[in-house]
């Protein structure tokens, strides 16, 4: 929440369908706060729960921790449906050029399964196999570094699914 007067009512809310997780620790905190310590300290978070302005500037800065707006996927939970997307845009201008860093997209996938699917084993080896590519030193554009082997959307795409076979 942030001292709006629309972000009462997401409090208010909030607070009350936390009483049906108590197990769940729920700490408000002021977006501009947030987004400061997300920089300052982001293992403090496991999960954020925002309205969707707040949340696409915090997913955008949380995305750079890990090198690349690409790396991130993201879940929207709600009953018992779901939505899985990467957390970046359709980035229309890199269409067809085989630029765009897939490891956001795969890893949203690896959400559905677990979390849509109960197919946690599945899961669990999309993950992994994301994880070896990395160590392997394979890398998009967008997280390229010298000594790695850039490859494009397709290439990552490939070795991904080559370690899950």
């Not at 359709?90 to 849509?116: C, E, H, Q, Y």
């Not at 992994?128 to 494009?152: F, H, S, Y």
């Amino acid at each position: 929440a942030n001292v709006l007067e629309t972000t009462e009512l997401w409090r208010k809310v909030v607070t009350k369908v936390h009483k049906d997780y108590q197990d769940v620790e729920l700490s408000h905190m002021y977006v501009d706060n947030c987004a400061m310590q997300l920089i300052r300290n982001p293992k403090q978070f496991d999960v954020i729960v925002t309205e969707n302005t707040f949340g696409d500037i915090l997913s955008d800065e949380a995305a750079m921790l890990t090198g690349s707006i690409g790396m991130l996927p993201s879940a929207s939970l709600g009953g018992k449906v779901g939505l899985y997307e990467p957390i970046h845009g359709s980035a229309p201008d890199i269409a067809g050029t085989d630029k765009a860093n897939p490891i956001a997209t795969i890893l949203s996938v690896a959400m559905m399964l677990r979390f849509s699917f109960n197919l946690t084993k599945e899961a669990d080896d999309i993950d992994k196999a994301v994880e070896n590519v990395l160590n392997k030193g394979c890398r998009t554009a967008d997280i390229n570094q010298p000594g790695m082997k850039l490859v494009g959307c397709k290439g990552m795409g490939d070795a991904i699914i080559a370690e899950i076979i």
